[in-house]
């Protein structure tokens, strides 16, 4: 033992191997005293650091697997709400709540128990579907909450999944579901024509569905009037333009939006100050509405400046000249009178 000896020029060792047990022991310990005066102790105090935050890899009992969420998804729509996870431990029930956020009241979707089968809550708003299934051999399972027909209140919520089961119960994860909604992405607050020119109003929306019917109108305070409508590629004018008025619609390219154009001919004095409304029910049923307001576009006058004709300015650059030509004249006739 007394040949043992570490030099202060050595690295401190990792770690030291032999038969004899106990010659193992007390050498560990004196190389554990003698680590406290070699090492720098700013040294040792990082490995334990390292040693403290170091993941340390655990065989879980329950896993939760990557899923799709959100989920955005259009009004009235079947959609399914999946879960997927990977549990060690049979799995005795399944809760189902919804909330808007973490700070709400979690209302009651339905429940799984493992002998009652899928039971959902009497006072949801729409009809449920649960559907497991085994995802894989390595103890993976697809649970699928389904929304037969959803509404406007079935969206913009948090819904919560439950697993309880064996040892550690209560393993959550939530799914948010958001309603894909039409929106205009260009609209006009104002336009401005020429009178007797015609205009045309240009409109467009950004949704999955095209739109089925298109309808025009225009108000002025409490005053409306319907102009027409477009359904099936053609324009009814119901009698109050005299088919001064023109509607297109134009599908874009891939198939998530349309382009309307509405076009007012020969603009009089009365089409100015109306708002000019466009409405469309879409293909779900949704709709959307927008106004835009025509204004008489001021014409600036095309001054040009008049001609001068030759004339005029010889005779009032020299207008002498034009008075002796004017008395010759008369004289030459009192002489040849004479």
């Known amino acids: 033992m007394s040949g043992f000896s570490i030099d202060k020029g050595e690295k401190c060792p990792h770690s030291v191997s032999t038969s004899n047990h106990h010659w193992y022991s007390n050498v560990h310990v004196l190389l554990s005293l003698r680590l406290l005066q070699v090492c720098n102790p700013i040294k040792i105090l990082l490995m334990l650091m390292l040693i403290l935050v170091s993941p340390v890899k655990t065989d879980s009992l329950f896993e939760w697997k990557k899923t799709t969420n959100p989920v955005i998804s259009t009004v009235r729509q079947r959609i399914a709400l999946k879960w997927i996870y990977k549990s060690k431990q049979p799995v005795n029930s399944m809760i189902f709540t919804r909330f ?20 959902p809550d009497p006072f949801i708003s729409t009809e449920l579907t649960l559907i497991a299934v085994d995802k894989s051999e390595q103890n993976e399972k697809k649970v699928s909450l389904i929304l037969e027909n959803p509404i406007h209140i079935d969206y913009g919520l948090q819904y919560n999944c439950e697993v309880n089961g064996g040892e550690v119960p209560g ?52 005053e409306m009037i319907e102009v ?22 134009t599908p874009y390219e891939n198939q998530t939006g349309e382009m309307i154009r509405v076009t007012l001919q020969n603009v009089s004095v009365e089409d100015y100050g109306w708002e000019y409304i466009c409405q469309l029910t879409l293909g779900d049923g949704e709709q959307l509405l927008t106004r835009t307001v025509l204004k008489e576009e001021e014409v600036k006058p095309n001054f040009v400046t008049p001609r001068t004709d030759s004339r005029t300015s010889a005779a009032t650059k020299s207008p002498v000249g034009y008075s002796t030509v004017i008395l010759l004249v008369i004289a030459t006739s009192i002489i040849s009178q004479d």
Do not use: C, M
């Open 100 to 119: 808007r956020n973490s700070s709400d009241t979690k209302v009651p979707v339905g429940e799984w128990t493992k002998e009652g089968g899928f039971k």
């Open 171 to 222: 393993n959550n994860l939530s799914i948010e579901l958001i309603a894909l909604r039409p929106i205009w992405t260009h609209t006009e607050v104002e336009k401005h024509a020429i009178l007797r020119k015609d205009v045309t109003f240009r409109w467009e929306y950004k949704y999955p569905y095209k739109a089925i019917v298109v309808f025009i109108s225009r108000e002025n305070n409490s």
């Open 228 to 249: 027409g409508y477009w359904y099936q590629g053609d324009f009814t004018d119901l009698g109050q333009f005299n088919n001064r008025v023109d509607v297109r619609k």
